[in-house]
């Protein structure tokens, strides 16, 4: 028989519980982690989205019903109304004596997964039982950093004059060219689920100067690597009367900023993760790198042989990532393998382009687009694509756009590298990949 909610509300998180509350009545929430019943003695960790906090029940000390019917399980859904008490040996020296528990809901007796914390399930044992794989401390741990990473980029670039955009989700047309795309039904026509924001930020750049987007964008793209999935999170930003290496700047600038409120607001999830003395402070600015410098690095000390105009191979990036530990950028791609709207170096054969990579792992692709609506039809033609499957984007250029540069960044791929992951799928709440798209 449950117990029903009824005028009982939350009073504290668990993390509010502190020594200012002694002798004080609180009503807590959430789910048991775990439950030890020693005979005379009965211990219940409630977890909340927080943390966890000791509930206390000893014979003779709390009401002998309330000491005899409590019997729980693993997540049961719990209230507690009790009674806030220190006790060093109990976590973080604070104690609930309870005067009454009310069982919201039940589980079965034997979960599909471990939630202990003392064994470590399979992954995608964990993802088929995600929303409950989720209430794990280590998961705990990882969303508390990923929200104080959107939160640090937001703010750093509102307080750079930026506004935030949203753009549509289903196009008609392909973003970039290319063949990794989703189709979708729309009514009676084919349309596609966007890869990226790029061609409307570039778009809102001629609007609002400076705009960014955090948001979903879709690839389909069939690799089943540990850092690729289908739907990726990505924040997309673009400056007006700007240029490469003015981006560069903010970037750099960016990614500082956020690692630095991470290590002042999230500490205990960076230490519960054990990378609080490898997620640190980079040294700004950022090393610079021209594609054939990596390229002749790459051939000469590791023995690869990648011609001018190649990428750049996941074994050589591997190669890379010991060479440099650290944030660095690759400029100066080939324009033979950049998408159409990258301008082009004063020497064609190069582009202003940009990688951000941290150690192998690439997480940002940017540079200096073309805002000449002439020389973009010609770049459309020359990558094999039909200028009038773009006619929408192209007659915004009619209407004074301006110079403008900007990069796209992997949320989910960066939040990996900052925790410490060893799979992407770990970084996301519910992944898509090829083989996933449940739950």
Known sequence: MLDELGDWRKTHYTKEINSDLIDEEVFLGGWVRNFRDLGGLKFISLQDKFGERQITLKKGVVDNELFEKTKLGYQYCIMVKGIVKKFNEAPGGIEIIPSEIKILNTTPDKLPIDMTGETVSELDLRLNNRALDLRSLKNQAIFEIRGELLRSIRNFLFERNFTEITTPKIIGSATEGGTELFPIIYFEEEAFLTQSAQLYKEQLSGVYERVFEISDCFRAEKSRTKRHICEIFTLDLEIAFSTMEDVLKILEAMVYNAIKDIRENQM????????????????????????????????????????????????????????????????????????????????????????????????????????????????????????????????????????????????????????????????????????????
């Open 268 to 439: 205990s999830a960076l230490k519960y993760l054990k990378v609080d003395k490898t997620t640190i402070l980079p040294e700004i600015p950022f090393p610079i790198y021209k594609y054939e410098e990596i390229i002749d690095l790459i051939n000469n000390k590791f023995s690869f042989d990648i011609d001018f105009g190649e990428d750049i191979s996941t074994e050589a990036y591997r190669k890379l990532g010991e060479e440099f530990i650290g944030y660095y950028y690759i400029t100066h791609w080939p324009m033979s393998i950049k998408p159409f709207y990258i301008m082009p170096s004063i020497n064609p054969k190069y582009s202003e382009s940009f990688d951000l990579q941290k150690g192998m792992l690439e997480l940002t692709s940017g540079g200096t687009r073309i805002h000449n609506k002439v020389q973009l039809i010609n770049a459309l033609e020359e990558k094999g694509l039909n200028p009038l499957a773009f006619t929408s984007h192209l007659n915004t250029f009619d209407y004074g756009m301006p110079p403008h540069a900007g990069f796209g960044l992997g949320i989910d791929r960066w939040l990996t590298i900052l925790c410490g992951l060893d799979d992407i799928r770990e970084a996301v709440m519910y992944p898509r990949t090829p083989d996933r798209l449940t739950p």
